[in-house]
């Protein structure tokens, strides 16, 4: 099976790059090429990180100034630079988005350098690195995401169905293939990898396993530090929260190998803390400044249920994940409430911040490092349902992506806003669906 599966993920790969090649690298529609506009937006400060390092060894982003701003019109400019003063210059975006494409970005500046291009870290085949890395994670997600919904027993149709259809039908797919310079689905890869491990590790609690959830972790947190709340979902590989305690009570009697995961983790973490000293001299800044949260005041469903980014408006497929809820609890109520209670505690956080939107987004993006999460229930709805309403709930679901794959071309050609979306703009984007 895993090898039949394995076919799925090459497959969604060859199909994501030709779109790529096509609608980024060939298509001139209006004279307005995409080859140059996938290091865009929050995906310059992530990417900055490389150029600084390997062409222009100037952590405080210089280049930024002439470089990006002068030689590459072609490419949407972004002062992504913030000032404690004259000299002291950092970027509020965190490092582990440019170590998870820094191989990539090797390549595509050792094959400039080799051929005799120009060699800046801006020009297309910079931006191209950066796309094939974002798709090498999405293979990366796949394959660990089959490997957890193994642990919950799903057949191989209903995981490939699953897996598939959320790909595709959702904004992943978008971000995988467009905006590829974000960080989430480099986020979705590791997070899958670190679930994964954390099965592994719940049965074979070594050292060796200790050090990887320990580097995974610091990963995960180097790419968003929020991010960390992943670790309220791991009672969820657990068949009784009493399983999860025994096993918490055995690993804190390997005091070794919680020693080392530990130290592992600190130690992946300390790059961001030894970059901010070479910026600004200090060893740590909280980056975002005047940004940051309102606990008091959430858009607890706004951020689920508006017009302008609902979770549920723009990603439909994962009402049916409720659903699976249902059936989920018949036969492990422990798993089926603990997640819950944990989504419902990482909506409320997400929700909280003071942007809850996220400013110039297709759909709920900073969800879809979650989305093992949400395809658990669903895989579970159509494994347990019997036929004739696993029937019912396929057809509703395919429904789901093909308005999934509406909405991403509507996105991209304008249709849908990218920031201000209300009643009337969204019934006619539903009227008109390839008007731009």
């Not at 969604?12 to 690298?25: E, G, M, N, T």
């Not at 395809?375 to 679901?397: E, G």
């Not at 703009?425 to 539903?430: E, I, P």
Request: aromatic share 24%.
């Amino acid at each position: 099976m895993a090898q039949n599966f394995n076919f799925w993920v090459i497959l969604c790969f060859l199909i994501s790059l030709a779109f790529v090649i096509q609608y980024k690298f060939l298509d001139d529609t209006k004279g307005h090429n995409q080859k140059y506009n996938t290091i865009v937006s929050d995906g310059k400060g992530y990417y900055a990180y490389l150029p600084a390092i390997f062409i222009y060894n100037d952590l405080n982003f210089g280049f930024n100034q002439t470089v990006e701003k002068f030689d590459h019109p072609e490419t949407w400019y972004t002062d992504y630079r913030y000032k404690l003063d004259k000299k002291r210059i950092f970027t509020k975006y965190y490092v582990g988005t440019a170590i998870a494409y820094s191989p990539f970005f090797l390549i595509a500046h050792g094959w400039s350098l080799i051929m005799g291009w120009q060699a800046d870290g801006y020009t297309a085949i910079y931006h191209g690195s950066v796309l094939i890395a974002a798709l090498f994670y999405m293979a990366i997600t796949f394959i660990f995401m089959g490997k957890i919904l193994d642990f919950f027993s799903i057949n191989h149709w209903a995981k490939v169905l699953c897996i598939l259809g959320v790909y595709f039908g959702t904004n992943w797919f978008y971000y995988t293939t467009w905006e590829a310079s974000l960080s989430h689905v480099y986020s979705a890869g590791v997070i899958s990898a670190f679930f994964y491990s954390a099965i592994i590790f719940t049965k074979n609690t070594t050292s060796k396993w200790g050090i990887v959830i320990g580097v995974l972790l610091g990963f995960i947190v180097l790419l968003r530090p929020l991010n960390i709340l992943v670790v309220m979902f791991l009672p969820l590989f657990h068949q009784r929260f009493s399983d999860f305690l025994r096993w918490m009570k055995s690993l804190f009697g390997k005091p070794l190998v919680l020693s080392l995961s530990f130290l592992s983790f600190f130690v992946v973490l300390s790059i961001q803390f030894i970059i901010y000293k070479i910026q600004i001299d200090q060893w740590y800044i909280y980056a975002y400044l005047n940004e940051g949260f309102n606990f008091l005041q959430p858009h607890f469903f706004d951020f689920l249920l508006s017009i302008r980014k609902g979770f549920f408006v723009y990603t439909p497929l994962f009402l049916l994940s409720m659903i699976g809820l249902v059936f989920w609890f018949r036969y492990n109520s422990f798993q089926a409430f603990w997640w819950i209670i944990t989504m419902i505690i990482l909506v409320y956080i997400l929700s909280s911040w003071h942007m809850w939107w996220y400013g110039g987004t297709f759909g709920t993006r900073v969800l879809i490092e979650y989305y093992i999460i949400w395809i658990i229930p669903l895989a579970i709805l159509f494994q347990r349902t019997r036929s004739y309403v696993k029937m019912i709930f396929v057809i509703v679901a395919c429904l789901f992506v093909f308005n999934g794959v509406l909405q991403q071309y509507q996105y991209r050609k304008g249709i849908i806003h990218y920031e201000d979306m209300n009643w009337q703009m969204f019934k006619d984007a539903f009227l008109y669906p390839i008007i731009p």
